[in-house]
Each structure stands twice: as C-alpha cells, then as structure tokens.
C-alpha cells in the first residue's frame, strides 16, 4: 500500500504535517483536526426525536410540507439553535401551492471564504411522523450544531447547518437554498454533508462515495471504531446533497438504509435481521420513535461530530508544503510510458512559477528515459530527453518548472517512458514543492 504524505516543508508547524495512509488511488492531502470532537449524546438526540413525535402527535400525526406539524417542527428546531447563539434565517418557498421553508443557522466565526455545511431535511411524508425519515438526521445535526455552541469552538472555517423543507417532493427545499446561492457563495461551500436516514431500526452503515476526501473523513472515524461500511449505491440523487453535487459542491453523508432489504452477509457484519428492510416502517405511519436503533443513531451522531471537527479545524497546508508519492512504479524496458500520480489539494490558486518537481528513478542507462511532469488539465512539460550517450545509472534530481499557469490543486502526473531496449528500472519516488 502506497504511503501518501503531506510535509511542511520550512518553518511551517507539526500541525500541517499529516501522514496519510490511502488507498488504491490517493486522497487528498489533509492536514489533522485542531481538537477532537465530543462525544453526542445519544439521549439528547433521541430527546430531539421525542420532541417531534410529540409534534406529529399533536398535528394530525405527520410533520410533511404545508402542514401544522412541520413549521412546528422548524420552531422547535430553531429555537434551541437561537438559544445556543446562532445566527438562523427561514428561508421561505412554495411548493404544490403549499408554503414551506428552510432553515439556515451560521456559527459565527471562521473563514467566510471556506464554509463547511452539514444539513438534514426535516419534513416527513404525510403518512407518518417521519421520526427516522428524517428525525434522525435532522435531530443529529442539531445536537451536533448544540455541542459547537457548547464547546464554543472555534473552527478555522465557518460552519454552517440546514435544514430543509419538502425533500419528499423532491428535494424541493435544498434545491431553492442552493438555487438561491449566488455563484461565488457556492463557491464558498468547501463540502455539504447530508444526513437523511441515520438510525434505521435494521440498521446499515452506508457512506456516500460522491467525494473521495470527504468520504474517507467517515471511513476513517468507522474503521478507527472497528465498524465496516459499505458504500451508499441506492441510487444518487436521492436526497438533499443532489442540489449542492448538481452545482459543483462537494458532497458526503450517512445512510443507514431505507426500504431495500439487507443481505445475509451484511447482517453477518452489522447484525440485525437478514431478509428484512433496513427500515421496515420506511413511509409510514410507524416510523415513529419506536423505529429507532440507539446504536446506530449514536455512532452516527457521533460521526458528524467528528467530521465537522476533523473539516471545520482543519488548517490549509502552508506555503513550502510538499506532495509525496513513495510507490514504486516499474518501468517497462523499451516500453509503453508510465505514470505516478500525487493529488494535491488544500493549495489555493495557481502553482508557482517556481514549482520543484523532485524525481527519483533508479535505472541503469538512464538515457533510455524520457520523463514528462503532467498538470492536473493534462498539459505536459517536458522534464528529461531521452540521450544514447548517457550511460549513468538514475535521476536523482529536482527541476523547476514555471507552471504558474496550472491549478495547483488536482491529480499531477510524473510520466516515464523507457524508449530503448535493455537496461530497466522503476520510479522509487517523486515529490512536489509548492
Ligand atoms: N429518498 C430518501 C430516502 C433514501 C433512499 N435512498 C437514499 C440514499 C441516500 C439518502 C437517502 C435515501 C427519503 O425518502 O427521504
Ligand atoms: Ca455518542
Ligand atoms: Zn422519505
Ligand atoms: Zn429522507
């Protein structure tokens, strides 16, 4: 497994340094969270959800768009956020000739220009009181949001939480709030993470692969708690991350299953009942809080907790950082070109004039080697010709490249091609200085 690395180069702090083990493909560099996340409590989310079934009890035992119950709800939710000293906004819309609304709290605080959001749709359908569809979510990313205000953190990035009206008409509430977002708002948003169905009664653990960095931030907290996952595939788009991934923004989440049925093996990893929905009451009138599995709404709150910690503290890698790929990749004697690549990112703007490519190849004869650095759009710059003549053995060398006209953030390439017969080698490392 190819140890991916991320040093700061200079004066920069330890805090910067992060040692990333990836996977098959490499994910982005990514420094360690300022503080560890607290733990949520379970009871105060489940004291959430009795507050909706309350709420459904009280109007017609539902909490859907254009009802009593759902703009009772929205009041229940904002004003524990109001309390906890968030800046709210309603936002309102129309939908099936019904008024609804969004709610949008902001943490104060943080860099403006890098908003980490969390949300949760908080309607239910009209035949039930949607205490896991979506209670769960929409009461997790509340305690979450109460615990910010109890730690009073202070995120390097600003931290923002929805929470949406009229999903089960089609996302209609999340796709007015990014619809409504000016351009350079959105590209403010460094990552939306959507929690919709979060402690199914037979539960799954599902994790959104929309994203590789933001996915691996809950593959990492799951595998560190020794709980597999599995990746969430019951069809994209099916909940309120589809308007934010539609423009551009990058999406992660949590599912623990709806109506499909879970297999024997998954049951052998996660328990529960095999032949079974992961939530038999999925759109109806018992999805009350009866239909709730604790375990799995705890370890899921505790998830979003740790990935707002892990994204809102996380600092951006300081200038001088250094991008390092340490797998060997072989050279094919007088064969097709390979490549290595690194996935730089947490590096605004362009590369720099002055970028130092550092390569390492061990090859006898290394005039055999042509060697090309490959920018994230794919434009090349020639870095070595090939050379009958130069009988040395490796290249051990840094360049300098002006690739003031590239992104610096995206997946570089080192190219190597052996274009003469005999003599062989491989590509034992290469790094990138920016
Ligand atoms: N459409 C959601 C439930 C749902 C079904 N598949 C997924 C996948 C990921 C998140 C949510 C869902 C609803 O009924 O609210
Ligand atoms: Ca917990
Ligand atoms: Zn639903
Ligand atoms: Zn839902």
């Known amino acids: 497994m190819p140890a991916f690395k991320i040093v700061a180069a200079g004066a920069a702090t330890a805090l910067a340094a992060a040692l990333l083990t990836a996977s098959a493909t490499p994910a982005s560099a990514r420094p360690t969270a300022l503080a560890a996340a607290p733990d949520i409590p379970v009871a105060n989310v489940k004291a959430h959800l009795s507050q909706l079934q309350s709420i459904a009890t009280a109007n017609g035992g539902n909490r859907a768009h254009g009802r009593a119950g759902y703009r009772a709800s929205i009041d229940y939710v904002k004003a524990k956020l109001d309390a906890a000293g968030y800046t709210t906004a309603l936002q309102q819309f129309t939908s099936g000739g019904a008024t609804g609304w969004n709610l949008v709290a902001d943490w104060p605080g943080g860099d403006a220009n890098h908003v980490i959001m969390a949300g949760a749709h908080l309607d239910s359908v009209t035949a039930g009181p949607g205490i896991n569809d979506n209670g769960s979510g929409s009461a997790a990313v509340l305690e979450t949001a109460l615990a910010v205000a109890r730690e009073n953190l202070q995120p390097t990035k600003h931290l923002r939480f929805g929470w949406w009206g009229a999903e089960e008409l089609g996302m209609v509430g999340s796709r007015a709030y990014v619809n409504g977002l000016a351009s350079t708002d959105r590209a403010k948003i460094d990552g939306y993470l959507n929690f919709d169905m979060i402690g199914s009664p037979n539960p799954g653990y599902f994790v959104y692969d929309d994203n590789a960095a933001l996915e691996k931030v809950f593959k990492d907290w799951y595998a560190a708690k020794g709980i597999a996952t599995e990746i969430e595939t019951e069809g994209d788009g099916r909940s309120d991350h589809a308007p934010f991934k539609s423009a551009g923004i990058p999406v992660g989440g949590l599912f623990s299953g709806a109506d499909y049925t879970k297999t024997s093996a998954q049951a052998q990893k996660w328990g529960g009942t095999a032949g079974q929905a992961f939530d038999r009451c999925y759109h109806s009138s018992c999805d009350t809080t009866s239909n709730i599995n604790d375990t799995a709404l705890d370890n899921n709150s505790d998830a979003i907790a740790n990935a707002i910690w892990t994204l809102g503290t996380a600092t951006a890698p300081p200038p001088g950082t250094v991008f390092e790929n340490t797998a060997d990749v072989s050279v094919p004697d007088n064969g097709a ?62 360049y300098t490249v002006n690739a003031s006209g590239e992104v610096a953030n995206g997946t570089w390439r080192l190219r190597v091609q052996d274009v003469a017969s005999q003599d062989t080698g491989y590509i034992n490392s290469w790094k990138l200085t920016f």
């Not at 720099?352 to 490519?357: C, E, Y």
């Open 337 to 398: 070109a390979v490549t290595s690549s690194i996935t730089v990112s947490g590096i605004s703007g362009n590369a720099p004039a002055a970028l130092a490519v550092g390569v390492d190849i061990r090859h006898t004869w290394r005039g055999d080697l042509v060697v090309d650095l490959v920018a994230p759009d794919g434009s090349s710059y020639r870095l070595k010709n090939s050379s009958g003549s130069d009988s040395a053995d490796n290249v051990i060398t840094t």
